[in-house]
């Protein structure tokens, strides 16, 4: 799989869910911490292109895959196909 970009923030439980799930696949991410970085929303649109609403925004090399649900969605579809 291509390196994941998870833009979130440490207080958010799906964002954690994220890098967690990378973690435990060897998926290769990485993490930009919105608060750290002093990133709003409007910020991670701008590098997206896309309006943002909620933390995670996750993409997969350049493609947009959504929230933490959709990423989780993706990789197990990735793991199936890779599996046959």
Same mark, same amino acid.
Not at 72 to 76: A, H, K, N, T
């Given at each position: 799989m291509e390196q994941v970009t998870i833009y979130g923030r440490t207080s958010? %439980?799906?964002?954690?869910?994220a890098r967690d799930l990378c973690e435990?696949?060897? @998926? +290769? !991410? @990485?993490w930009i911490d919105m608060i750290e970085r002093?990133?709003?929303?409007q910020d991670i649109a701008d590098q997206i %292109?896309? +309006?943002? !609403?909620? #933390? +995670?925004?996750i993409l997969v090399g350049s493609e947009y895959v959504g929230g933490f649900d959709d990423f !989780? %969605? !993706? #990789?197990?579809d990735h793991e199936a196909a890779t599996a046959r």
């Open positions: 958010c %439980g799906f964002c954690v869910r435990s696949r060897n @998926i +290769p !991410y @990485i002093g990133m709003s929303k %292109g896309r +309006p943002v !609403y909620t #933390v +995670p925004q !989780y %969605g !993706y #990789v197990r």
